[in-house]
């Protein structure tokens, strides 16, 4: 072997150390795995969606002011309804899978099937429901 390439052979490489006998990629896959479980762990779950680039910036704008989660939970309470959460809705939905309902969705059924609505053991919070919806999508009337 010549001197050339000893020093070849012995010339330590670039960059940081070897801490690890697995490679950058199986420590990459690794540590996203421990980020996901970390994330599942704490509740959260990660939903990618599709849009338009200019909506896309926008939404990822939005995403870093303080208050996006509260926003975003208030119009999600607002545009949709848990079907659970109100008996005689989920008496309505007897041959549904979904959990949730479009709130216009929830008004229109509603309307059409009011003969099957329990007027009388009605609950305070699915009267408001119901009174919003109407004001919302009825001009402050229910079609009955």
Request: overall charge positive.
């Amino acid at each position: 072997m010549t001197a050339s390439a000893r020093q070849r052979a012995v010339k330590p490489r670039r960059g940081r150390p070897r801490t690890s006998a697995l490679t950058r990629a199986e420590q990459l896959r690794r540590a996203k795995r421990a980020q996901r479980e970390r994330a599942r762990a704490r509740g959260l779950v990660h939903y990618q969606i599709a849009l338009p680039r200019a909506e896309a910036e926008r939404f990822k704008a939005a995403m870093r002011q303080a208050d996006f989660t509260q926003r975003l939970k208030a119009f999600l309470e607002e545009t949709v309804i848990a079907v659970d959460d109100y008996a005689n809705l989920m008496t309505l939905c007897w041959n549904r899978r979904a959990r949730f309902l479009g709130a216009e969705e929830a008004f229109r059924l509603y309307e059409r099937n009011w003969r099957h609505v329990d007027r009388i053991n009605i609950t305070e919070a699915e009267r408001t429901l119901i009174a919003r919806l109407a004001e919302q999508f009825g001009n402050g009337v229910l079609n009955v």
